[in-house]
């Protein structure tokens, strides 16, 4: 009889041969499942991809991988959620493998800041002075964390916060899968209004402000990005086609772009109101 545990280091060698094999098909294929976007202030932009998994950067009009993770889960950004530039131009990543939020250091290799700290980081935001905020959908909690790293300190609590930014006063716009869509908390999450009461989307994702004080909110299920304002209703600012789910959502300079896994790509919505392919990595 063929004993089959003689066999396993066998298959066992063959399989993570085939798992590397995958994985570089996938990274030479393009965006996998881009879920975020994140724009450095010289105009390059980072795209969390979490089937590749790891991040992409487009700049000089290319693309190329900024970092490659790996499949093995609990390792660095297997599970890479959501993007963000820090105080001093530095790329920071969230990833629920290993219930981390990173700094990429000058050498591209990210660096935890929590010590574990986090759940499920779905968000990123930080402000001027370098505090980081971010949305743990694992706890329903929005947390905060020293600009050097250390451990998270709760300041809010909040069903689902999948999404959230932060305006010119240094309140947090938080997205919400609770009562209302869309909170405003002051920065130590002690002040509380509702921007977007009830449920008027489908399923919310990311949000960023306009230069009016307007927020954009990404519904995926709805393929719809929403333009809001304080105790108004939601007015579609861009629906259907070529939007399959979209999800992340950031400024490239006076355009939104826009982040969608279903469709393997990031937009662009141009002057005229359509929206672009920005170029497939290669």
């Not at 790996?70 to 493998?97: I, W, Y």
């Not at 002040?191 to 009830?198: C, F, H, L, M």
């Not at 105790?231 to 772009?257: I, R």
Request: hydrophobic letters at 40%; glycine letters at 10%.
């Amino acid at each position: 009889m063929l004993n089959v545990f003689r066999l396993m280091p066998f298959y066992l060698a063959m399989w993570v041969s085939l798992t590397g094999i995958c994985s570089s098909l996938g990274a030479a294929d393009g965006l996998l499942y881009p879920l975020a976007v994140a724009v450095a202030a010289e105009g390059t932009i980072y795209v969390a991809d979490r089937e590749l998994p790891g991040i992409w950067k487009f700049s000089e009009d290319k693309w190329s991988i900024y970092f490659q993770g790996s499949k093995k889960f609990r390792t660095p950004l297997n599970a890479v959620r959501c993007l963000a530039m820090d105080h001093q131009g530095k790329l920071l990543a969230g990833d629920s493998s290993t219930r981390e939020i990173y700094r990429f250091d000058e050498n591209n290799q990210p660096q935890p800041l929590t010590k574990g700290g986090i759940g499920i980081p779905m968000s990123l935001v930080v402000n001027k002075e370098g505090t980081i905020y971010a949305g743990d959908i694992e706890i329903q909690r929005v947390v905060k964390i020293p600009a050097a790293g250390g451990i998270p300190e709760i300041i809010a609590e909040v069903t689902a916060p999948r999404g959230m930014t932060l305006d010119a006063e240094g309140r947090l716009w938080v997205v919400s899968h609770g009562p209302d869509a869309v909170l405003r908390f002051s920065a130590d999450g002690q002040q509380r209004e509702v921007i977007t009461a009830g449920r008027p989307f489908q399923f919310q994702h990311h949000i960023v402000l306009g230069k009016e004080g307007e927020g954009y909110v990404a519904d995926g299920y709805a393929k719809t990005i929403w333009k809001i304002k304080p105790g108004e209703k939601p007015e579609p600012f861009f629906v259907g086609e070529p939007l399959k789910n979209p999800v992340g959502l950031a400024w490239w300079n006076d355009s939104l772009l826009i982040v969608d896994p279903h469709a393997k790509a990031v937009f662009k919505r141009t002057a005229d109101g359509k929206l672009e392919v920005i170029g497939q990595p290669k």
